[in-house]
């Protein structure tokens, strides 16, 4: 017969926090170090355990673009118990935004992505503390605006952009999940600061400003599992379950169902 498990609903935590005065995501912390599980965690326990959900609720994560990844991506966190999410993108929606960004709706057309994503994430979980920057990442501000992340999560539709986390992530010392997009097709692969990465893959010459998703286009589908991925390549890095998808690149084509993996050597 299965242990009867306790449970602590959000209410309490709240109560609990403004008691205390203590952020929401540690009151939960001492409760599963207790053996109290937050309900809203409660599915979460059986894949990655107690020890798990309190790495994520201490965990700080970056998603640099908050559009048909970012923008999935920043749920799935938040859903998952992030404590920390930077979101970062300062693109607004458009109408051609609404096939497959999550975030996008007919009534925020127009207003940041970023803003929006936020405000989405605080409605899922309150305890969630989110920090948004409404700058286009560069080679100059990368390392700023990534500082303090302990993963970095690729929602990007640009090469130039892409090797400009890539960089910065090097010098921060902190794992950078790549996901991209086009079509019916996606490519994955989590890069820690000692591999090859995507200058193995791609020449830093002239990248191009926009990538081949511009001539393909984003289908609805596309963009959620490739941010599913991602996500769960950075809960693989702060619980330690499962192995990242490190040195090689998955290559995902959708319409035939089919994986290709590329190794990617020193």
Request: with cysteine; hydrophobic share 40%; net charge positive.
């Amino acid at each position: 017969m299965d242990r009867e498990i306790s449970v602590i609903s959000i209410e309490v935590v709240r109560e609990l926090s403004r008691a205390k005065h203590q952020p929401p995501t540690e009151v939960e912390v001492m409760a599963l170090k207790q053996g109290i599980v937050p309900q809203r965690y409660l599915r979460n326990i059986g894949t990655i355990g107690a020890e798990g959900q309190i790495r994520l609720l201490r965990s700080h994560m970056a998603v640099v673009g908050a559009g048909g990844l970012g923008g999935t991506i920043a749920e799935l966190l938040a859903r998952m118990g992030v404590g920390h999410i930077i979101i970062i993108d300062d693109d607004r929606f458009a109408e051609q935004n609404l096939n497959r960004q999550l975030m996008c709706t007919e009534r925020n057309i127009g207003k940041y992505k970023a803003k929006v994503a936020a405000a989405r994430v605080r409605r899922i979980n309150s305890a969630v503390r989110v920090t948004v920057r409404t700058e286009r990442l560069t080679v100059d501000n990368a390392s700023r605006l990534l500082r303090g992340a302990e993963v970095v999560l690729d929602a990007l539709d640009n090469l130039s952009s892409r090797l400009a986390v890539e960089k910065a992530c090097r010098e921060l010392k902190i794992p950078f999940v790549h996901g991209s997009i086009a079509g019916f097709c996606g490519q994955l692969m989590t890069v820690y600061p000692e591999d090859p990465g995507l200058q193995a893959i791609y020449s830093a010459t002239s990248p191009p400003e926009t990538g081949i998703e511009t001539r393909l286009g984003n289908p609805a589908t596309t963009p959620a599992i490739i941010a599913a991925l991602e996500v769960q390549e950075a809960i693989k890095i702060i619980t330690g379950i499962g192995e990242p998808v490190r040195n090689r690149l998955l290559v995902f084509d959708l319409l035939t169902a089919e994986v290709h993996s590329i190794n990617i050597g020193r």
